[in-house]
């Protein structure tokens, strides 16, 4: 009896068409400042090869919904600052908070980046 060898070809992967979706914290911060509101900055680069449209950023349990996305290209950076009234959620000094970013790609599907953020 004969066995039967399986032949396995080398297989030329593209990778230009491949999708890699990308985003680099490069600075963030919470200040909580003597009105008892936050001033919340964070600003991130977009580290992969597929544009990316900020749909959304929520710090804590403050939501803000972009009515117009703000469009990522690769390479570029997206910064948001905003100053959280009290009234519209409240921090505390020491304490760490979620960051989430969501994105929608040019597939339509989202995706969500989080981080961590300490309250100063």
Known sequence: ???????????????ASSTV???????KQLK???DGSAAFYISA???????LKVIEVSIGNFTDTFATPEELKSGDTFTYSKVI???QATFERGYEY???IKVKTPDGSVKVFQEIVKAE
């Open 1 to 15: 009896r004969r066995q039967r060898q399986m032949c396995i070809r080398d297989s030329t992967v593209a990778t």
């Open 21 to 27: 979706l990308g985003l680099q914290t490069m600075d």
């Open 32 to 34: 909580i400042l003597s």
């Open 45 to 51: 680069k977009n580290v992969g090869n597929t544009e």
């Open 85 to 87: 009234s009290p009234t």
């Open 98 to 100: 979620p960051v989430i």
